[in-house]
């Protein structure tokens, strides 16, 4: 079965750094296009990124471009997510998601395919 564990979020100031990651197993990592979608409190899901199977190409939400970017290692089942330049906008609970095998890739995958997510918290 899809098992996907996140970890890497904590408390920053804004303006700062974090690196999520996320490991995956119970699937063929790297046959997938897989995703980072993030939910803060009282509010919806919202897609944040994705990158394809291979890792040569992502996409990236309007809200986090140019400050976040996502990669991964497919010998190690991981998927990446660095964060730089942090806005307390970003505070949030962040999951990592598989995707489906076919698109669109740039909305919030099924909620059975998201792992249990890491807290990020931007706040001075």
């Known amino acids: 079965q899809v098992q996907l564990v996140e970890s890497g979020g904590g408390l920053v100031q804004p303006g700062g750094s974090l690196r999520l990651s996320c490991a995956a197993s119970?699937?063929?990592?790297?046959?997938?296009?897989m995703s980072w979608v993030r939910q803060a409190p009282g509010k919806g899901p919202e897609w944040v990124s994705f990158?394809?199977?291979?890792?040569?190409?992502?996409r990236y939400a309007n809200s986090v471009k140019g400050r976040f970017t996502i990669s991964r290692d497919n010998a190690k089942n991981t998927l990446y997510l660095q964060m730089n330049s942090l806005k307390p906008e970003d505070t949030a609970l962040y999951y990592c998601?598989?995707?489906?095998?076919?698109?669109?890739?740039?909305?919030?995958?099924?909620?059975?395919?998201w792992g249990q997510g890491t807290q990020v918290t931007v706040s001075s």
């Open positions: 998601a598989r995707n489906n095998l076919y698109p669109p890739y740039d909305i919030v995958p099924g909620r059975d395919y």
């Open positions: 990158i394809n199977s291979g890792g040569e190409f992502t």
């Open positions: 119970g699937f063929t990592f790297s046959r997938y296009y």
